[in-house]
């Protein structure tokens, strides 16, 4: 699968939402629906291409079909704005277990463009881990204080630029603890690239 079939698996579903709200006149029940239909088309098409199921993928997309049940149901859009929480606190707290004990989590879906030693894929997972936590707490802040669509737009716009940010960021880490095969050339924006669109949109 290319890196661009990807982004587009990554990004779809949460397009979808925001476009689905503002087509029904900024509902937020029915664009949950969409959001719920959108993510397991989602992830069916990345299974028919890789014929395999990304842990990530498939457990965002249960949450979003758990929390978006709930939405609708109980007609309250509060349950859907909760869930990139749950998703950013079980990622923080993997990622920081991943470091602790020294499994890579990240490695398998990194592939080729994340290579680097044990000691920087340690501080990169606690630093991604923390990050995580402070995202989970940054969204519990708005869902409590802002409109169902101010809190859309920004977890589509301020999340995606939040979590580039901080993938830029990491670039000196890279450069310092990235190995390279003989054929390579450093690119380090590359992998942040891969690592930002793995992990931001794990919470949408």
């Known amino acids: 699968m290319t890196q661009r079939m990807r982004t587009a698996l990554d990004f779809g579903p949460l397009l979808a939402y925001l476009a689905a709200f503002y087509l029904t006149g900024k509902d937020p029940y029915v664009s949950t629906g969409v959001v719920m239909i959108a993510s397991l088309i989602s992830l069916s098409i990345y299974y028919i ?3 395999k199921i990304a842990p990530i993928p498939a457990f965002t997309c249960a949450i979003i079909l758990v929390f978006g049940s709930l939405t609708i ?3 309250d859009d509060g349950f859907i704005m909760m869930k990139p929480t749950i998703v950013y606190i079980f990622m923080g707290a993997g990622l920081i277990a991943s470091a602790l004990t020294g499994k890579n ?3 398998s879906a990194m592939g080729p463009y994340m290579k680097m030693s044990p000691e920087g894929w340690k501080i990169f997972l606690t630093r991604f881990g923390l990050f995580c936590f402070l995202a989970a707490g ?3 802040v708005l869902r409590r204080s802002v409109s169902f669509e101010v809190w859309l737009n920004f977890k589509l716009f ?3 630029a939040l979590f580039f940010l ?3 960021s990491q670039a000196p880490l890279l450069s310092k603890h990235l190995i390279l095969d003989e054929d390579d050339s450093p690119d380090p924006d590359t992998a942040l690239a891969s690592a930002e669109n793995g992990t931001e949109t794990s919470g949408q």
């Open 105 to 107: 989590v990240m490695g």
């Open 49 to 51: 291409k890789t014929r």
């Open 138 to 140: 940054i969204n519990e």
């Open 166 to 168: 901080f993938s830029m």
């Open 158 to 160: 301020g999340f995606t």
């Open 73 to 75: 149901y109980f007609h």
